[in-house]
């Protein structure tokens, strides 16, 4: 593929994935164009010397890899999370404010919530649906036909909002405006509209439960002078996911003994603490299978992961042109001026010397050009699933990335030229 297809995939992707089991979907949707072949968690399996596989847990992780053509003895991981800071819709949802029926939200992850205020918005995730026959099945739905809006308080009953600042209560403040003049269910009390909204759209009897995200319906697009820039919701992580699959889907060859392989977990902007994060057991219990399956014993199993290397992939802070003194005044961090390796003391990331001594070789040998990363000592850095997989695995594990302008909004920034080498540093790293 050439740089501009690699762009134009790029915004497909990031417009067709507005929550986690979307990414996936379209990550699955890739894989068997490119001949992956699928496995189940409840299936015995059986893999072959070179082929190529991925499995899928909760619909919103999922696990990538090729085998290699002998016993595989080493491992190379790509590591990247799927969701995205967002507001979630309650359970009961809806409600009623003098004539104007509202949502009601919960509030997954850190977003900022200003940036979603006055935004057109629309509603996607999973239901799980009954049809007239009794049977359950869960489907992935997105409305976008009828966006809803969190609208904000006029300047003219908050005076002082441009000189004391915005202050949202949570609770109060960011339920979305839906409709207007909808009657309530006599016997229930009740509004029906959300799946009336669905039945528009999906053939069902009932609804019987979801999980919906509010999301933005503005889609990504190319920004600046000569299209130097991307803009859309969800660089943070769908960048990083976008590139880290490139990378794999373009492993022409296995190796002779290394298994190749990408990860994509849910559920890091809430803590990685779930049964599809990455402090679960998925990726060690993935591995092991793949060793049993291979004939390889426990001791293999370890010596594999003692031989395995991790890249978590995740976004940075760019240095904001306004705000200079936020950021490590002898790391300035550039969009633009190459992918970021990030370093801290306080074991945020998981980078040490080793690490960060292998990754900075190999882009210098294939001429990509890096930075790094790290935060002044009087703001502390986030974090990413890389000590979490250390953890967990005991992998050597590095952190890098790209840097981007206003994260955990609903609409990021960040430089094209930077995702494109992330890409290929990726696919190298692979050795594709």
Known sequence: MNKQNDIDSLIAFLDRSPTAW??????????????????????????????????????????AFVMPTGSPKSLRLLGSHTDSPAF????????????????????????????????????????????KKGHLRTELVTLDQNPVVIPQLAIH???????????????????????LDIEADKKSGKT?????????????EEWVSGELFLYP???????????QMISSYRLDNLASVFASAQALLGIKKPSKDQLQMAFFWDNEEVG??????????????????????????????????????????????????????????RHPTLMNKGIVLKTNAQQRYASDAVTTG???????????????????????????????????????TLDLGCVELSMHSARELAAVEDLMNLTKLLGAFLGG
């Open 22 to 63: 979307h990414a996936v979907e379209n990550l699955r949707e890739e894989l068997r164009k490119a001949h992956f072949q699928e496995l189940h968690e409840g299936d015995s399996w059986k893999l072959t010397p070179g082929g190529r596989y991925y499995l899928t847990r909760n619909g919103s992780t999922l696990c």
């Open 88 to 131: 979630k819709l309650k359970p009961q949802a809806e409600f009623l404010k003098e004539n104007m029926l509202m949502l009601g939200v919960e509030i997954y992850g850190g977003p900022l919530l200003t940036s979603w205020l006055n935004r057109d918005l629309g509603i996607a995730g999973r239901v799980v649906l009954r049809d």
């Open 192 to 204: 029906h509209y959300l799946e009336t909204l669905l039945k528009e759209q999906y053939s069902f």
């Open 217 to 227: 319906l503005e889609g990504a697009r190319l920004m600046g002078y000569q299209k």
């Open 358 to 396: 292998l990754i900075a070789g190999l882009c210098k040998e294939r001429k990509i050009p890096f930075q790094y990363f790290i935060p002044r000592n009087d703001i502390p850095s986030g974090s990413t699933i890389g000590p979490i997989n250390a953890q967990v695995t005991g992998m050597t």
């Open 157 to 179: 009953l908050d005076r002082t909002v441009n000189e004391d600042g915005l202050k949202l209560q949570k609770q109060e403040h960011l339920a979305a405006l839906a409709a």
């Open 272 to 329: 990685s603490g779930t049964a599809q994060g990455a402090h679960s057991p998925f990726l060690m219990q993935t591995l092991e299978r793949i060793c049993l399956a291979s004939k390889i014993e426990r001791e293999g199993f370890l010596r594999l992961l003692s031989q395995g290397i991790c890249l978590s992939v995740d976004l940075a802070h760019a240095l904001h042109p306004n705000y200079n003194d936020k950021h490590e005044p």
